[in-house]
């Protein structure tokens, strides 16, 4: 089955504790990326990644890391999380349909990871 | 102008009932516009996407009105499992659908 999973789901941490939510899928697709999403605020991007080793920013990307060593991964790393942090977390890849006009691109939400900071 | 605005509701609609949502965008130039439909605590599925005038599929019809730069959302006959929240999604770019943003959702609640 296509898909993206995450992991951990649901995660309660103290503030400083390093934290990795880990992202993968098995679709081959080259672009990833990562998002946040908080009431009223809509879901942000807080960074990407087109290919293998290739990663930029995105909206939101103060106090995250990320890594793309391989294709399938895409790991979400906070160095030392703070509240502001709390929030809902989605992996996604992209896949590109036909070309040009007649082409679209949709992406494939992994089923996102509640983080709590303390 | 916000890159990107919806209406939040609630919409609260019989089943049976035809509903429209409006989604206003700020970049004139984005060529191909998406709705995302997003379950409570779930992740968010491509419903339709359109880049001409519009598209339709089944009881969902998706227009494109460039001129005033938004777009707009019906659905026929509602259900009750049509009730969710509903994701307007603009490009960034003209072809940069690298960086999608994401509107703030409308959210429908079908009753019976």
């Known amino acids: 089955e296509a898909q993206v999973t995450q992991n951990p789901r649901y995660l309660i941490t103290v503030t400083g504790k390093k934290l990795t939510v880990t992202c993968s899928q098995n679709m081959n697709h080259e672009y990833m990326s990562w998002y946040r999403q908080d009431p009223g605020l809509g879901l942000r991007q807080i960074y990407y990644s087109m290919n293998v080793e290739v990663t930029d920013k995105g909206d939101v990307p103060e106090g995250y890391k990320v890594s793309r060593k391989e294709k399938r991964n895409f790991p979400l790393i906070l160095e030392s999380p703070s509240p502001n942090q709390t929030s809902l977390y989605f992996c996604?890849?992209?896949?590109?349909?036909?070309?040009?006009?007649?082409?679209?691109?949709?992406?494939?939400f992994g089923p996102g990871t509640r983080l709590t900071v303390l | 102008r916000k890159e990107v605005e919806q209406d939040p509701g609630p919409f609260n609609v019989p089943e049976g009932a035809t509903v429209a949502f409006n989604c206003t965008y700020s970049n004139s130039a984005s060529q191909s516009f998406f709705w995302y439909r997003q379950d409570c605590r779930k992740e968010p599925k491509l419903l339709m996407s359109v880049y001409s005038s519009g598209n339709e599929d089944g009881r969902f019809t998706a227009q494109l009105n460039r001129a005033s730069q938004y777009i707009s959302l019906l659905i026929r006959d509602s259900k009750l499992s049509d009730s969710a929240t509903y994701l307007c999604v603009v490009p960034r770019g003209v072809w940069n659908t690298d960086k999608l943003i994401f509107g703030t959702g409308t959210r429908l609640q079908v009753f019976p």
């Open positions: 996604a890849s992209l896949h590109r349909y036909g070309q040009g006009l007649a082409g679209y691109n949709e992406q494939f």
